[in-house]
């Protein structure tokens, strides 16, 4: 190649060679500040490199030890050989660094008597084009970030001459402001994943995996959007905003399943209990607004799985119905105004109804049943209802044998007023010359403002014939209006 084909060849590439030394524009969210002003006339500049000055200086040098190595004699050749080795040296060390320039925001500090500037989440470089010295004053990181202290830091007191720069580079645990404005999605607390309507589940770039807490700049709920909330972990949202809600939060407990049904001499299954209401911590540097609905509430207990017989000789026992479930904790903090016009539910659960029990014909004399008893109301701002005894129903008639319906569960505690209990469960048949019996009504739960009804007694329907009525509940203490005890039950 001759020396006219070089140069025309290096012409026709030096301004896409030179377009690396300019810095690439880009935006990112500021969330912290840099504060710069004039450095002191007695203190001497700190020199910081200019790393984009390199390149161009490489290429020159290049030129001059490709021209070099043309001249015959050895002196020549070697001192160009040099030359050469050196320029492409600080080309390939600039380029390295230039593309790290290139990845980072780059923001200038133009104002000669100070001023103060963002600081983006991502990488940046701030670089002096005031044309006096610099001192960089105060630096505020953005919330939720450290520095990862580069070579180049900006750092108080850091003296930058006109034209050399510093850099910031943090890792942040929050980049991203959640809006939910239509629809219904869900968060599992446990792994972090959030699916949004319509989605397949993905982690937010705000979840911190070892706190377990998401990590958000702002949080808005619209009306009518759901965010239904599942895991055994707390839903711990901490902002460097603002957050808005006015749709509904939903991280009640779940509801338990119903016990397997039984056969003769086969018990039939419990009710599972009520899953417990979540704990939701959020806490934010700015405002945060409830408008709507945050439910933490207990979930019901499970009903009792029933039995169906013929009225063969054995026994038929019904499933219990399973507690509700305790309610969960609701804490709200703001650095600026917090504002609660919405609801706070936090309702223990129901308990779950008694299994039933069906019978075809007539009872023999050698005949148990037993129906399942009412869960126990769950604990919780007001106490979950207890669950109603299980019925039983003859299609025929009693013939000495033995028939308890079941009670009814007690009301939970509450901690303003008591869950009241359940009512026990009826006896139908055509006749009968035994003496069944009604179950007892669940007593009212207490409470610090109103204590719970006592649930009702078990009633008999039976063609001719005579039974025992259930008892009524107690009703609960209240600490300004205690509960009322159940009615007994009747024959009728």
């Known amino acids: 190649m001759n020396k006219g084909v070089l140069v025309m060849t290096f012409h026709r590439f030096l301004p896409g060679i030179l377009g690396l030394c300019v810095p690439a524009i880009s935006f990112a969210q500021s969330t912290g500040t840099l504060g710069y002003g004039p450095a002191p006339t007695s203190t001497a500049p700190m020199p910081v490199p200019i790393l984009s000055l390199l390149l161009p200086l490489s290429i020159a040098l290049v030129l001059v030890g490709f021209r070099a190595l043309r001249k015959t004699p050895y002196r020549r050749q070697l001192l160009g050989a040099l030359t050469l080795s050196t320029g492409v040296g600080m080309g390939i060390f600039s380029s390295l660094h230039i593309q790290d320039a290139i990845a980072a925001v780059m923001i200038e500090l133009n104002q000669p008597a100070g001023g103060t500037v963002d600081i983006p989440v991502a990488d940046a470089v701030y670089t002096n084009t005031s044309g006096v010295t610099l001192e960089i004053g105060t630096v505020v990181p953005p919330p939720f970030c450290a520095t990862r202290a580069p070579a180049d830091e900006c750092i108080a007191g850091l003296l930058l001459e006109d034209g050399a720069s510093c850099a910031t580079v943090y890792t942040c645990t929050q980049t991203l402001s959640l809006i939910f404005s239509s629809g219904t999605h869900s968060f599992d607390t446990d ?95 700015g405002d945060v607004v409830l408008s709507g609905v945050i439910n933490v509430s207990g979930g019901n207990g499970g009903a009792g799985g029933d039995v169906a017989g013929n009225g063969d000789a054995g026994t038929l026992s019904a499933g219990h119905g399973g507690a509700g479930g305790p309610a969960g904790t609701v804490s709200l903090n703001a650095a600026g105004s917090l504002v609660t016009s919405g609801v706070i539910q936090r309702d223990g659960g129901d308990g779950g109804p008694g299994g039933q029990i069906t019978v075809s014909g007539d009872l023999n004399n050698a005949t148990l049943i037993n129906s399942g008893d009412g869960g126990t109301g769950g604990p919780g701002v007001n106490g979950g209802n207890g669950g109603s005894g299980g019925n039983v129903s003859i299609a025929g008639s009693i013939d000495a044998a033995s028939v308890i319906a079941g009670n009814g569960g007690d009301g939970g505690a509450g901690s303003e007023n008591g869950g009241n209990g359940g009512d026990g469960g009826d006896v139908t048949a055509t006749a009968a010359t035994g003496s069944p019996a009604g179950g007892n009504g669940g007593n009212g739960g207490n409470g610090a403002i109103v204590g719970g009804d006592g649930g009702n007694g078990g009633n008999l329907y039976l063609g001719s014939g005579l039974g025992n009525g259930g008892n009524g509940g107690n009703g609960g203490n209240g600490g300004a209006i205690n509960g009322t005890n159940g009615s007994p039950g009747a024959n009728l």
């Open 191 to 285: 792994t972090g994943l959030l699916t949004l309507a319509g989605q397949s589940p993905g982690m937010p770039t705000g979840w911190d995996p070892t706190l377990r807490e998401l990590n958000v700049v702002d949080l808005t709920i619209a009306p009518g959007v759901i965010l239904s909330v599942t895991g055994s972990n707390p839903l711990l949202i901490r902002s460097s905003g603002n957050i808005e809600l006015a749709g509904t939060l939903d991280f009640s407990g779940a509801n338990g399943s119903a016990g397997a049904g039984g056969s003769l001499d086969n018990p039939a299954g419990n009710g599972a209990v009520g899953g417990p209401g979540g704990a939701v911590d959020i806490d934010a540097l």
